[in-house]
């Protein structure tokens, strides 16, 4: 049997794509309309795990305060944590064109602020406004969601600032129920960065 050098870069190339760990990324045709923040915050939730430290959180549920502390490395905290920001996909197909965009830049610093406002009323989330720094990089995140019909409301308000802190507030109301609001508030121990 001959050798045959395509065949051997063919069976190469076969076996090299097979043992690849990329997973791409769905072809519509179309580029992304909106900045990745589900890829975004897989990345800062990687950040967070490798970097460790001390997580200072506090939740209040209708006016009763806990406190408690964990440790960043707790990847499962971590990842519930941040998962109502996780969630945000704008550029999954049903939400394409539910959105305008309006950018507003600061020509001497070089930041840059990118909302997205919904154009429907019962969109979530309603608005996500980010803050870039002059490199293009997100440093903060808000994002409002608001739900209401007849007998339930909903609304929730999220804040990411990168090294800084979260804040998670919900509040809920279903009719013939008293309300209920949670809010939930993480910053970085004394001598660690988020």
Known sequence: MRNHPALFLL?????FTACSNITPKPVTGQPDKFIDLPGYFKSEEKLLVQAGGTMEKTVLLNGQSAQSTFDSKDSN???HL????????LNKPSLRDAYDTTSLADPF??????????KGVQTNPEEITMELDKNGTIQQVTVQSFTSNMVYEYRQHLIYQRGKSILINTY???AFLSPKELEISVKAGAKNQL
């Open 109 to 118: 610093s070089g930041r840059k602020s990118v909302i997205y406002k919904s």
């Open 172 to 174: 809920q109301k279903i």
């Open 11 to 15: 069976a190469s190339l076969l076996a």
């Open 82 to 89: 941040l998962k109502p920001f996780l969630d945000i996909d």
């Open 77 to 79: 905290a971590v990842q």
